[in-house]
């Protein structure tokens, strides 16, 4: 199975696309987590990266594009794969399309899950993550913890620097302006399915997966 899952950021793609990866055996492709371990690695990529993530801006669409040609064409995702924040640019978005030609993959769907921005500004200055595993936990539920309660690493919350408020504000301003016109693109396609984002995390991906099973 082949899915892009889209939507906000803090509309909860990662956490979503981690159950689905699972539950489905295909990989998790999330174009933010590679950036930030090329960020910390100080690889080429990471060091042109890093001033423009920390500022809640987007890396240039040729790096995303060549950097999911190649991700894309690995031997794990033969059997499908979950697109976890790209595409996030018309441009991305049809060049995209074109991969999915050259390789012959025609049956995807796009996974919109919605949400509203009040709500995203309130979970992402309450989101925090676990350096060692990558978790993600809400504040209220690790605020008197020392240990990760998924791998028992010692004080590994972190908040991610582009989760303040300022920066958040900024980030859904180009999800708006930017990133939302691919709705539009795929939904033209017929490719779009919608789930309301607003739901407990298990709803959400139980809505998911039925959405999925029945398209
Ligand atoms: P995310 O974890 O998906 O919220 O991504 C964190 C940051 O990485 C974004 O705010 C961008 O700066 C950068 N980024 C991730 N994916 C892309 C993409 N497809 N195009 C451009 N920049 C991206």
């Known amino acids: 199975m082949n899915i ?3 939507g906000s950021p803090g509309a909860g793609k990662g956490t979503q696309a981690k159950i689905l990866s699972a539950k489905l055996t295909i990989p998790h492709i999330s174009t933010g987590d590679i950036l930030r371990q090329a960020v910390k690695d100080k690889t ?12 809640g801006e987007l890396v240039s669409d040729q790096i995303m594009i060549d950097l999911i040609k190649e991700t894309l064409q690995k031997k794990d995702c033969k059997n499908g794969f979950i697109l976890d ?3 996030r640019t018309l441009a ?3 060049a995209l399309d074109n991969l999915l ?32 595993c990558k978790t993600i936990f809400n504040y209220d539920e690790i605020k008197r913890k020392t240990k990760c309660p998924h791998c028992g690493a010692e004080n590994s919350f972190f908040l991610r620097n582009d989760d303040t408020e300022e920066v958040i504000r900024h ?5 708006h302006s930017t990133t939302l016109p691919i709705l539009k693109y795929f939904g033209k396609k017929g490719k779009v399915l919608n789930v309301n984002g607003l739901a407990s995390i ?9 959405t999925l099973k029945s398209n």
């Open 4 to 6: 892009i899952l889209f």
């Open 171 to 175: 980030r859904l301003e180009i999800y």
């Open 202 to 210: 298990k709803t959400v991906a139980e809505n998911i997966l039925a």
């Open 101 to 132: 030609i050259i390789l012959h993959i025609n049956t995807y769907h796009l996974v919109n899950i919605t949400t509203n921005d009040d709500e995203i500004v309130k979970r992402l200055t309450n989101r925090r993550a676990c350096k060692v």
């Open 85 to 87: 924040g790209f595409p």
């Open 44 to 55: 080429p990529l990471g060091i042109k990266a890093q001033g423009i993530m920390k500022k």
């Open 92 to 94: 991305q978005a049809k």
